[in-house]
């Protein structure tokens, strides 16, 4: 039953062998990779006025400013990433460029930041995403939270199936998220120029709050900061070089520049317009639907960029949803995650990095009411730490290698590092309080916990290496050694018989036990033992407090004391299964605890043992 | 750790040969057997006033009838268990006498309705003494609830301990009670006559509610079926005879009389007492409280009998929490309860049946918000059901035995089953819509329920039973079988060499088994075969979908087909056995699956099957 339903969900198994990989070309591939970097246009303008706005309505102005330093600075990553992927064309994540080159330590930090990044990631593309649909449905605005849980379970179930990095699938709303979104900065300048269309006074500004004005120098750093999320997913392209056809590295470093050119045109584009048309942020209407309906109306267009908007936002999440099951899977293999996080499920997905991702990310979500500003502060933290790790790490890589023109690429990765590392402080100081300690206070916890996991894996396998024994010095096999075989019993019917044939098909040294509980049945054991139990012994357990387990823990002590030359003490367990697990609840589970106690007992008394189970299957 | 609180909490376990009976003097047994009944004068007036006051203040007056109609049927349910005690001296309760003299069915209804019964005996009991102490102390009555719950917890974790009855215990507050009450109606009923005390006018009555004058009829019946509820608890000393000193049917059947002339006496005073002060009653203070302040004002008097009446009716609780378990226990060994019921905790007691009242004795507390009067419609049902049932067994109990002066005897149970069947049927009728439908609707679900499983264990005793089976048939246990044995294996390492060695000392066949999950593992293991597998011969399975169970399972289903007449499959499966339960959720708990797939699967390729489990214990 739980199997079809799970067949219906998320389809019939994939074979291994069909882990192909389909390689994209540069406009497929350009899809893929960019849904998470350009999507940010969608919220980083509104989050840079969201600060401003705190100085009152007169420092909206410096939005544009704000947003040419932020592409100055996209300048530069893009500039650094063109030389990681030629620095990696096998595919440079954070994580493995900072080991690399780094150290455990640096790689194990940058591996923390991606994971806090990847979740964070999910968490901010969908509230925004849902953001634009209540934008143009405020009816939903109250429905936010769960319209954002719904999305989430969507894509976690799309990626338990398996959505494989599809290019045309990625194509359509990509490039019409792209298209509505230049159509709509071109009309609205052309507009704004031509004098159709009249800049509005801002509607309900916040009002300027006391006090701050004289803050004003750090509140600019503040939207800065915020503005900085602009540039997350901008290293998605580096990580998947392979995907690429050859030349890899090189179309990947031609689709890069493309994609920084796209992000900077829209970013710019959108800012310039919103200060063109006095746009202020509002609670229940994001700064892109605004503008969006003043240039467009409320007609199809306006719906068409509402709809793409939450689209790219959706596929936002959705990179997210491949990238961490595969660093998590990463991590795994090397040993700083539970392994079940390698396990490729059913599809060839790494279910439980995806479900592990789906939960992390509605927890967020739930938390921080489904608000995109009140989780951007944690946002960019994860994003520039990983950045300047990776950059640093770069540096390094070519300082070692001191190939041909080395210099320049390092002081070209070097300028990145710098920047991002300037921002990640500026970042870190300006938020510090708004969140991005709770970022800084799990980053140190998820490095233990890698290093926990990773000295747990190497103590087990350090216990079960062969390491200094010879097969000579572990003998024959075959030398057969007697077991000393011993068989609680409750009765004699149909469910112990079989045990005791069994038991006594191992060893000629068989006894029965019995716990005396309920002295008439004893009794009737003993009577009939001749005959069934031929000559097999039976012991007879005192149980003055009434307990079956106790006296039997006991007696298999005391033989272990007794007897310790003996070979392997063997436990043979009759147990009956009932024919349903409903039938089970009216029947004491002795044989199962003792089963749990006697493998998982540990101490003194637990010399090496055998557990024996067999099974009578009752049919009704 | 667990073991450590619990013996903290419920104390060192006593030994079977403990369970002594402490014989009670007749003092001592009126003191144990009465609290349930006596504690009923706490609501039962108040319960026929709340009704009267429905048809307008004036209709007060009728409660001193129906009080006087109530002491009637006590004397003639008195009677009649006066006989029971002479004609069951070994102790009758209800399902035994009903189950004996009836039939199945009519005792599994009785059975039914006792343990509805004893559950709504401590929801009534816990909340009216809650009740008791938030009139002494109003601030408390926002937190009855709670209240209740924690005096719940509190007389369940007594009796885990094994509050035994011990005369003495229950002698202080019984006999307090009893002195007090009797103090307050002498002195009230002095003070009224000798002009000290005038009859108050009665305070915020009830409004009389419209249209309710003409249903007064009806109304009077409802206050009559309410008031019945004092009657509850009269069946206890007919249980309990055989903890009475000899002769135990004489010394019972005079502690009988006692008691019911001591609860009339209260009963009827009590509620002679409220009409002489023209009480009436109030949502947040008793009708005893507020005739208690009146006769004593607001002294120490006042706070002994409100503390009095508090205690009396936990001691009522605790007798249901005695009752409960063992008839549950006793249900249990006549297979229509699961056996857990049955068993004895560490004190001697029925632990399962006193954890299983408390829980629903508090979700009927909390779900009918700690409010007496919403639970006394449920409570008469069940009382009067087993009443019934009762007296109607003994009339042909003695029509059975037919001995000297029958029919007198049958004469007086008989006059007893009429009277509580006709005021079942008034209680039915007058109460169904106020919640007496809901024990309507659950004793089938229970007689069903009892029924299903009597018919489970007389299943699986068949299915277990020796019956056509003789030891000659069975064979000699000492003729050795060829067994085919099956090691899956992960890997060579120390984890699974001692399960290698155990399978070839159980025979020659046996066949290590690995799944090839990662080719380069299975290459390795490969290489190191020769070497530490010995003759053992070492099988891949292909797992086209990555599954480690499944191939596993298709092989031996394969095997079982292939060599249908081949001995036992046994599978010995090597376990590594973490340090701490935390380290287990870093691996893939492969081996524990398999076992409880082999040990529970069914269905046509579920051939009997033994299982072998060789731990290997890791250290850390």
């Not at 595969?326 to 990095?353: K, W």
């Not at 009737?524 to 097999?536: F, H, M, N, S």
Request: proline share 5%.
């Amino acid at each position: 039953m739980a199997a079809a339903v799970r067949r219906f969900l998320i389809g019939d198994p994939i074979p291994t062998a069909h882990e192909l990989y389909h390689r994209l070309s540069k406009v497929q591939a350009l899809a893929v990779f960019s849904s998470d970097a350009l999507s940010s246009v969608a919220y980083a303008t509104e989050e840079i006025l969201l600060v401003l706005v705190l100085a009152g309505t007169g420092a909206l102005q410096l939005s544009l400013p704000i947003a040419l330093a932020i592409a100055a600075l996209l300048a530069i990553v893009g500039s650094s990433y063109y030389q990681t992927i030629h620095g990696y064309p096998s595919g440079g994540g954070a994580y493995i460029v900072a080991y690399d080159n780094l150290g455990k330590a640096p790689g194990l930090i940058a591996a923390a930041a991606l994971l806090i990044d990847y979740t964070l990631t999910v968490a901010v593309s969908i509230t925004a995403g849902v953001a634009a649909v209540t934008s143009a449905v405020p009816s939903l605005y109250a429905f936010r939270v769960e319209l954002c849980l719904v999305a989430i379970a969507f894509v976690a179930w799309a990626n338990l199936r398996g959505v494989r990095e599809s290019g045309t699938l990625f194509a359509v709303p990509t490039y019409g998220f792209v298209l509505i979104f230049l159509a709509l900065i071109a009309t609205g300048t052309i507009r704004v120029l031509t004098g159709s269309l009249a800049p509005a006074l801002s509607p309900e500004m916040r009002p300027p709050m006391a006090g701050v004005q004289s803050l004003a120098w750090f509140l600019v750093l503040r939207a800065f900061a915020s503005g900085c999320t602009a540039l997350t997913g901008i290293e998605a392209i580096s990580n998947g070089i392979r995907a690429f056809e050859k030349p890899e590295a090189d179309n990947a470093g031609r689709t890069l520049i493309a994609m920084v050119v796209l992000l900077a045109t829209m970013f710019l584009g959108i800012t310039f317009l919103s200060r063109l048309l006095g746009v202020a942020p509002l609670e229940h209407e994001t700064i892109v639907s605004q503008v969006g309906r003043q240039v467009f109306g409320t007609g199809p267009l306006y719906l068409a960029l509402q709809a793409g908007t939450a689209a790219i936002l959706i596929l936002a999440a959705n990179t997210s949803f491949a990238d961490f099951p595969r660093l998590s899977s990463i991590l795994a293999r090397d040993r700083y995650l539970p392994r079940q996080m390698a396990n490729l499920g059913d599809r060839l997905v790494f279910n439980n990095g995806i479900i592990g991702l789906g939960l992390l990310a509605s927890a967020l979500v739930v938390f921080f009411g489904g608000q995109t500003h009140r989780l951007i502060p944690l946002y960019a933290v994860g994003v520039f730490l990983a950045f300047t790790l990776s950059q640093s790490g770069m540096v390094r890589h070519w300082y070692r290698q001191r190939g041909q023109g080395w210099r320049v690429k390092a002081g070209v990765n070097g300028m990145g590092a710098v920047a991002t590392g300037v921002v990640l402080v500026v970042i870190v100081a300006s938020k510090l309080i708004h969140g991005a300690w709770i970022v800084i206070f799990l980053l140190p916890i998820c490095v233990l916990f890698f290093h926990a996991i990773k000295s747990h894996y190497a103590a087990v396998a350090d216990q079960l290496s062969l390491e200094g024994l010879s097969p000579e010095e572990w003998g024959d096999l075959a030398s057969r050694r007697r077991h000393k075989v011993v068989v609680p019993v409750s009765g004699i019917h149909r469910g112990t018989l079989p045990a005791l044939r069994f038991a006594r098909s191992l060893s000629k040294d068989v006894t029965a036990v019995m716990v005396d509980v309920e002295p008439e049945v004893t009794a009737g054991v003993r009577d009939k033992w001749l005959a069934w139990g031929q000559d097999i012994p039976l012991v007879v357990l005192e149980s003055p407090y009434r307990s079956t387990i106790g006296p039997l823990l006991d007696y298999l002590a005391d033989l272990d004391r007794r007897e310790p030359d003996r070979g392997l003490a063997v436990v043979v367990l009759p147990e009956f299964v009932t024919a349903t697990r409903w039938h089970s609840l009216l029947h004491n589970q002795t044989a199962q605890l003792v089963k749990k106690i006697l493998v998982y007992q540990r101490g003194h008394t637990a010399k090496d043992r055998v557990i024996i189970d067999v099974p009578y299957h009752l049919r009704r």
